[in-house]
């Protein structure tokens, strides 16, 4: 079984083959992607109300994270199996990854006293380790 295939079923959510390429299209390391870019990718094969509704479907399930992003469309990504859901991210202005970052990274313990925190989306932007070597180069 391909991995789309299992992660689909490892969640309960229906496979259809829109979904399979929608898993397809996000994976590998730091892969996101905006919707527009979904979309033509997926040009011919689904229609726009398909990719949003399919789109919305895996997020919900949290197959997918959606990431907002800063000055740019938000973005797309394979939610990774050991990563809680609200965890920072690290955009790379070089690779254009999109990186997974521990959720260790953010303190919400400290937070002023009576304030609930009910989701964080933290983007840090910069270079990555990679891109950051070669530039040093
Ligand atoms: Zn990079
Ligand atoms: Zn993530």
């Keep these: 079984m391909e991995q789309a295939e299992q992660i689909l079923k490892s969640r309960k959510v229906p496979v259809t083959a829109v979904r399979i390429r929608l898993l397809r299209l996000l994976e590998g390391p730091g892969k996101a992607l905006s919707r ?3 979309e033509s990718a997926l040009e011919g094969e689904a229609d726009r109300a398909t990719i949003y509704r399919n789109l919305r479907a895996l997020t919900k399930n949290g197959i997918i994270h959606r990431i907002p992003m800063n000055g740019m469309p ?8 050991s990563q809680p859901k609200d965890h920072p991210h690290f955009y790379c202005a070089g690779c254009q990854r999109l990186l997974c970052l521990s959720a260790g990274l953010i303190n919400t313990g400290k937070v002023p006293g009576g304030f609930q925190v009910q989701s964080t989306h933290l983007v840090m932007e910069g270079l990555c380790n990679q891109c950051n070597t070669k530039k040093a180069k």
Excluded at 74 to 81: P, R, T, W, Y
């Design 36 to 38: 527009r870019e979904i």
């Design 74 to 81: 938000e973005k797309f990504k394979l939610a990774g199996s």
